[in-house]
T-cell receptor, first 116, second 112 residues
Framework: AQKITQTQPGMFVQEKEAVTLDCTYD???????LFWYKQPSSGEMIFLIY??????QNATEGRYSLNFQKARKSANLVISASQLGDSAMYFC?????????????FGTGTRLTIIP | DGGITQSPKYLFRKEGQNVTLSCEQN?????MYWYRQDPGQGLRLIYY???????QKGDIAEGYSVSREKKESFPLTVTSAQKNPTAFYLC???????????FGQGTRLTVV
């Protein structure tokens, strides 16, 4: 069964500091994708970063990087030099890629608050 | 412009009535998804579809129904059997394989 775990319900971080949001996953599939989304108070879902299970390098997108540790089944999001606009809910998600199953499952999220 | 359209943005219904939420995409995506989000909570999968005329139950399908008669459309019906239907509903779509999902703006359903 697919499962995503985010153990930090909320985090407070000083502006300009780096922050790591934790995500662990559970799957028996060898081929899968891991995603991070940001959800501001408006409710829209903003895609941040993607990591494939066969990718050897950690994904990076601007200030976002994904710390992928396959053996530990973790996919933590690192935000460098945090900004006030980073305050939002953050969701980790996984999609198994075996034929016949395109299920996309989300974690419970982490509410990040950036303090000026 | 390509995208996913959910309508309406806000919806009010009386208890005991069925209500259908619309989700349309013009991205030519194969897979479509419906999620429910309660205040301060994560996204829970209701139903998903990978091809036309086929769909699978997600984790909380009870009290909901869907159809996928066209590739671009995946409407969700919240039936009277759903005990607590008031929530924020998000629709998403994606090509099959290793790409991110694109989301609509959501429909906030309130049942009174």
């Amino acid at each position: 069964a697919q499962k995503i775990t985010q153990t930090q319900p909320g985090m407070f971080v000083q502006e300009k500091e780096a922050v790591t949001l934790d995500c662990t996953y559970d799957t028996s599939d060898q081929s899968y994708g891991l995603f991070w989304y940001k959800q501001p108070s408006s409710g829209e879902m903003i895609f941040l970063i993607y990591q494939g299970s066969y990718d050897e390098q950690n994904a990076t997108e601007g200030r976002y990087s994904l710390n992928f540790q396959k053996a530990r089944k973790s996919a933590n999001l690192v935000i460098s030099a945090s900004q006030l606009g980073d305050s939002a809910m953050y969701f980790c998600a996984m999609r198994e890629l075996s034929f016949g199953n395109e299920k996309l499952t989300f974690g419970t999220g982490t509410r990040l608050t950036i303090i000026p | 412009d390509g995208g996913i359209t959910q309508s309406p943005k806000y919806l009010f219904r009386k208890e005991g009535q069925n209500v259908t939420l619309s989700c349309e995409q013009n991205l030519n995506h194969d897979a479509m998804y419906w999620y429910r989000q309660d205040p301060g909570q994560g996204l829970r999968l209701i139903y998903y579809s990978q091809i036309v005329n086929d769909f699978q139950k997600g984790d909380i399908a009870e009290g909901y129904s869907v159809s996928r008669e066209k590739k671009e459309s995946f409407p969700l019906t919240v039936t009277s059997a759903q005990k607590n239907p008031t929530a924020f509903y998000l629709c998403a779509s994606t090509p099959l394989g290793n790409t991110e999902a694109f989301f609509g703006q959501g429909t906030r359903l309130t049942v009174v």
